[in-house]
T-cell receptor, first 111, second 116 residues
Framework: DSGVTQTPKHLITATGQRVTLRCSPR?????VYWYQQSLDQGLQFLIQ???????AKGNILERFSAQQFPDLHSELNLSSLELGDSALYFC??????????FGPGTRLLVL | AQTVTQSQPEMSVQEAETVTLSCTYD???????LFWYKQPPSRQMILVIR??????QNATENRFSVNFQKAAKSFSLKISDSQLGDAAMYFC?????????????FGKGTKLSVIP
């Protein structure tokens, strides 16, 4: 158990819908990262937050957004969902410059 | 941009034998970190080992060790005394050091099968 929690574990929804994925980092970690794992794109970095502020953006679509709250949990919002958004979404946490530990992931299926 | 290449999509090893997974990377940075993560069928991403580029000594964690060749930009993972539980996808990852983003750049992975 990495200490990073993600909910829900599985999510099935329809095209055009909006979903919210939630992540709670390890105790004491201020940084949260979101990654997407899909068959065709592999593991890709989406976005990083540090202590409530956006630190870096990767290959994140404009339909996706994230935020980190004062209690350090983070949410990834995916809207106008398309079939191609089906993937495993990971959250990872770390101290600012430390090793990243991953949560169990949320498996999203868009039908 | 940094890239990470794992040239072996699949490998297999007999139980109790030794196997080496390859990884090469491309960067213009002199200071960085390299990682191997394991992803078993449960899909959980588990840290196996970490190497700091400024350290010449190769990292070791129990049956797992790396061969880090900085000049060649090579970072291979050796698994000794392979066990059935080692069967998984293995991902090599790079992270820059210094200020800024600490995002991981991953290779495409190597699927390791362990034959009883």
């Amino acid at each position: 158990d990495s200490g990073v929690t993600q909910t829900p574990k599985h999510l099935i929804t329809a095209t055009g819908q909006r979903v919210t994925l939630r992540c709670s980092p390890r105790s004491g970690d201020l940084s949260v990262y979101w990654y997407q794992q899909s068959l065709d794109q592999g593991l890709q970095f989406l976005i990083q937050y540090y202590n409530g502020e956006e630190r870096a953006k990767g290959n994140i679509l404009e339909r996706f957004s994230a935020q980190q709250f004062p209690d350090l949990h983070s949410e990834l919002n995916l809207s106008s969902l398309e079939l191609g958004d089906s993937a495993l979404y990971f959250c990872a946490s770390s101290p600012l410059s430390g090793t990243q530990y991953f949560g169990p992931g949320t498996r999203l299926l868009v039908l | 941009a940094q890239t990470v290449t794992q040239s072996q999509p699949e490998m297999s090893v007999q139980e109790a034998e030794t196997v080496t997974l390859s990884c090469t990377y491309d960067t213009s940075e002199s200071d960085y970190y390299l990682f191997w993560y394991k992803q078993p069928p449960s899909r959980q991403m588990i840290l196996v080992i970490r190497q700091e580029a400024y350290k010449q000594q190769n990292a070791t964690e129990n049956r797992f060790s790396v061969n880090f060749q900085k000049a060649a930009k090579s970072f291979s993972l050796k698994i000794s005394d392979s066990q059935l539980g080692d069967a998984a996808m293995y991902f090599c990852a790079y992270r820059r050091s210094g200020a800024g983003s600490y995002q991981l750049t991953f290779g495409k992975g190597t699927k390791l099968s362990v034959i009883p």
